[in-house]
């Protein structure tokens, strides 16, 4: 277990990993910079983000910040987990050097910045319909990680597969030289994928809950007939939940995501949101069709 640097300012994390880096230079190290931003209330899925991280070798920071500008009216921006001891113990088991867990003036001064990035279309679209501004508040967040931070390569979790695309494409159309790694999603024993809001989940929807990936699972095996025979197989397992509330399950083409036609055959991803009690849960995976 290494001792972890835990910096709240930008100043300060520019100094930390200045040393850091010319300490890695003078013994011959790897001075590249790996960046995992997370929200906090760190679970294994973001140990995993974690563990990718070190494998890519260089020097880990692993970001903290319940970032407001992705939270719409209503939603659960007060009541989200802040775990940071808890959070911090579990990183310094990872060997995690730097935390950056910045206030949220820190990172908006100003109160919020006026200069947003804008998730387009597909931010608009599945998550997006249902949070709207979240994916442009979400882009505007790691735009600011990745420049304050300016890591050689930041990771992203899969579950969050909307989110993971769209943090491609930005990187892609504003040039940002930071490379994108996507790990893919950690789930418990019944399938469920991990999430910091599973928590929100008493018994009986933790149990219901295991429907989302028992569609997902229907749907990879039901693909090879295509589209329209994927979508009822997965229908059919979240219909068997009367507690599971569907929100979204739709088929997308992974270059665009854009829904697919029904004639389309080739690799796909399956989206799917539900509600159980009053927790809104995501997922995803791929899958061939024909
Ligand atoms: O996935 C998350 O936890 C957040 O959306 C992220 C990428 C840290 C930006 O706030």
Redesign the pocket.
């Given at each position: 277990m290494s001792t972890i640097q835990v910096v709240s300012t930008i100043t300060e994390l520019h100094d930390s990993l200045g040393q850091a880096r010319d300490s890695a230079a003078l013994t011959g190290g790897d001075t590249r910079i790996v960046l995992v931003?997370?929200?906090g209330a760190l679970h294994a899925g973001h140990l995993a983000l974690v563990r990718r991280a070190h494998a890519l070798g260089g020097i880990v920071v692993v970001?903290i910040?319940?970032?407001p500008l992705?939270f719409g009216a209503g939603e659960d921006l007060d009541s989200y987990p802040r775990t940071l001891d808890a959070d911090l113990a579990a990183l310094g088991a990872e060997n995690v050097s730097f935390v950056f867990a910045p206030s949220a003036r820190e990172m908006y001064p100003g109160g919020a910045s006026d200069t947003r990035v804008t998730a387009g279309l597909v931010g608009s679209l599945y998550e997006g319909a249902e949070r709207p501004g979240h994916f442009d508040g979400?882009l505007t967040?790691?735009a600011k990680?990745l420049g304050i931070v300016t890591p050689d390569v930041a990771v992203?979790?899969q579950k969050?597969g909307q989110?993971a695309f769209l943090?491609q494409r930005m990187v892609d159309d504003l040039n940002v030289r930071s490379t994108i790694e996507v790990v893919e999603t950690v789930r418990e024993p019944g399938g469920l994928a991990l999430s910091?809001r599973n928590r929100y989940l008493d018994e009986a929807q933790h149990t219901a809950a295991q429907a989302l990936f028992a569609a997902l699972t229907a749907a990879v095996e039901a693909a090879p007939a295509g589209p329209a025979a994927a979508l009822v197989a997965a229908h059919a397992r979240i219909a068997a939940q009367p507690l599971v509330k569907l929100d979204y399950l739709v088929i997308v083409h992974p270059e665009t995501l854009l829904a697919v036609h029904d004639d389309y055959r080739g690799p796909a991803r399956l989206l799917v949101a539900a509600r159980v009690g009053r927790t809104r849960l995501i997922d995803n995976v791929s899958l061939r069709l024909g």
């Open positions: 931003p997370t929200m970001s910040f319940v970032n992705q979400m967040v790691v990680l992203f979790g969050d989110q943090v910091s």
